[in-house]
């Protein structure tokens, strides 16, 4: 299969970055450098976590735009919402009122992303997996996947191929939609997300969604449009009632599953859950190393509580998934007979496009494909680490010293952005960069944005 | 290139953290993942084999184009048997080793089974001193 490269969706904004080294320090593979005083992102490195847009003091990190009147292009508006949609809202706003601004700022349809565990469930009575190998690695978040596609290959063997529980809802909407009378070509899946992992996931050209969503739109974008729904239609949105629209079926377990230990609450056997990005790497090293044979499921998280986390959601994550736990103590424990049987009306034309494809390995820890060369250039970055000063201040544009040295053996540095020896031994540092090269392969002029 | 990590008996908290961080270098390498694991599985054993068993010791790790040479040498107290060390399921280990999940007597035999060549020279009271070569294959799977 082609290495179709990752569609990345955060951009920096050369005129607002200062340059500062927030980012860089907190980006958890290393993705960032310093150059010319901005910002820039290694597109092979990046897993979309969003950590350096959270982290950035100035906002200079921002997230690509959704087009929301795009979804006007159909006639079938269809929006798959998160749950944790209904944790950004204060308690005032009930949740029959959440749906409603929804069906009211344009959409036709709502579909909870969630309610594919339940429509899984009806279709084969169990949360089933596909994988090589045990521990089972969850596939729900995508950022957690493209750090193992860069990472951690030989894990690759053991992300779940079952689709996710949105890509899920957006089939059956479609087959839905289409059983009613609707016709496909006019249908139109919008996935509303919390994260820019799920967003660039979307955008990348055939990509697991490709087909089943037309396109991603930012949370926080959707919030405010409902906000000001809210704003302007008070008495009328406060009329909503129970008898005028129905909440979309979802079981309280699906209800919980992008929350922390939601997913793996539901798996068979020995599970565990990690959240945080950093969490999830140190726990990764140890699952690479096979030190983990009695796990069954690994639900790991890229956000910190799970995907109330995500870097779109407004409110406060502890906040939000109070919500989401509260509200699902009022949620049945399965969907009604009804929509089962509409699920199971579709049954046969889901079950064969369950599974995704495999995922493939990219490469971004190897310092050169030729193993020759590359033990060259790690000899070097030795050496030159030992003359660094060891104290990781990333002023050279670098996050660390190792990272420095291993720059400059990649021919992409020069030991002259080290500030630390500028200042204490201005010669030596002459005799070294002749030594090691002299080409600052970054400070190149800027890349105009978009 | 070469590199040489420090092993102290007794350790346990810290066994591992050497095969950890070989891995960290190999994995830069371009080196096929099947061959990482096999090294970093082998270099385990014999890592905690020294913290568990031995006074402590050091690993000399070499690693050039397509094959790497790692030696793990400690400074005693030797195995008197070494035939009966390699048979699977053989063990010394304390009850209260066999307490923190080692000791199931596998490590040797699971040296044997990781490496392409392997020596071991021990005597009761000398040293042990374990040699292991691996090819190596270039890619990511
Ligand atoms: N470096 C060493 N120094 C002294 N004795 C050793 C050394 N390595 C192994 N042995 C002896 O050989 C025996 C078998 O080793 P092996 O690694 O196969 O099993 P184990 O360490 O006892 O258990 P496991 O490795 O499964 O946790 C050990 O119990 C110990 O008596
Ligand atoms: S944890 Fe959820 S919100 Fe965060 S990156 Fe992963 S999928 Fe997105
Ligand atoms: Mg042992």
């Known amino acids: 299969m082609a290495d179709i490269p990752f569609h990345h969706t955060l951009t920096v904004l050369q005129d607002v970055c200062k340059g500062c080294t927030h980012c860089m320090k907190r980006c958890p593979t290393g993705a960032i450098r310093i150059a010319g005083g901005k910002a820039h992102v290694d597109p092979e490195r990046c897993i979309d976590c969003g950590q350096c847009m959270v982290v950035c003091p100035h906002h200079a990190i921002v997230l690509e735009q959704s087009d929301f009147n795009r979804i006007f292009n159909y006639r079938n508006r269809v929006a798959i919402i998160p749950s944790l949609l209904f944790g950004q809202f204060e308690d005032t706003v009930s949740d029959l009122q959440i749906v409603h601004a929804l069906l009211q700022i344009g959409f036709t349809h709502v579909h909870i992303a969630e309610f594919g565990v339940d429509i899984l469930r009806t279709l084969g009575n169990r949360i089933s997996v596909y994988a090589d190998d045990r521990p089972v690695i969850s596939s729900y978040c995508p950022a957690v996947v493209r750090l193992i596609q860069l990472r951690y290959p030989a894990l690759l063997r053991t992300i779940n191929l079952m689709r996710t529980p949105a890509q899920i809802a957006a089939l059956f909407a479609r087959l839905d939609i289409e059983e009613q009378g609707g016709d496909p070509e006019e249908t139109g899946v919008f996935y509303i997300t919390p994260c820019a992992a799920k967003f660039a996931q979307i955008n990348t050209p055939m990509s697991a969604t490709s087909g089943l969503i037309q396109g991603g739109l930012n949370l926080d974008s959707v919030f405010n449009l409902m906000q000001s729904y809210f704003a302007k239609n008070k008495k009328e949105s406060l009329a909503v009632t129970p008898g005028v629209i129905a909440f979309p079926q979802i079981s309280a377990p699906a209800f919980l599953w992008s929350l922390t230990k939601g997913e793996s609450a539901s798996m068979p056997g020995r599970t565990l859950a990690v959240d945080e990005v950093h969490n999830v790497i140190e726990f990764l090293e140890l699952v690479e190393e096979d030190k983990q044979q009695n796990l069954d499921f690994l639900e790991l998280r890229a956000c910190a509580t799970g995907c109330t986390g995500g870097v779109l959601n407004p409110r406060n994550r502890f906040l939000a998934s109070e919500r989401i736990k509260h509200m699902a103590q009022r949620l049945p424990r399965e969907i009604d007979k009804e929509t089962k049987a509409r699920v199971l009306k579709v049954s046969d034309r889901m079950i064969h496009n369950l599974k995704v494809d495999r995922i493939e390995a990219k490469h971004s820890l190897k310092l050169d494909q030729d193993m020759g060369l590359a033990l060259q250039k790690m000899e070097k970055a030795r050496r030159i680490l030992e003359v660094l000063p060891g104290i990781d201040c990333g002023l050279c544009g670098s996050p660390s010293c190792a990272a420095l040295a291993e720059d400059i053996a990649r021919s992409n540095a020069s030991i002259r952005q080290c500030a630390v020896l500028k200042l204490t031994d201005p010669r030596g540092l002459n005799t070294l960069a002749r030594i090691w090269g002299e080409q600052i392969a970054l400070e190149k002029t800027p890349k105009p944005e978009v | ?141």
């Not at chain 2, 596998?106 to 089974?113: A, S, V, W, Y």
Request: charged share 20%; aromatic share 6%.
């Open chain 2, 1 to 141: 290139m070469h590199v040489t990590f420090k092993v102290t008996a007794g350790d346990f908290s810290n066994a591992g953290k050497i095969s950890s961080s070989i891995k960290t270098l190999l994995k830069q390498l371009n080196i096929s993942s099947v061959d990482v694991k096999r090294i970093i599985v082998a270099l385990y054993e014999a890592e905690v084999n020294v913290v568990a068993h031995s006074y402590g010791g050091e690993v000399v790790c070499d690693i050039e184009p397509h094959q790497a040479f790692i030696q793990v040498i400690d400074t005693g107290p030797g195995i008197p048997d070494l035939d009966l060390a390699m048979t699977e399921g053989w063990s010394t280990a304390t009850a209260e080793v066999r307490e923190m999940g080692f000791g199931a007597g596998m490590g040797l035999p699971n040296i044997r089974k990781n490496t392409d060549e392997l020596s071991i020279q021990t005597q009761a009271g000398g040293h042990t001193h374990i040699m292991m070569r691996f090819y190596i294959s270039e890619g990511t799977i």
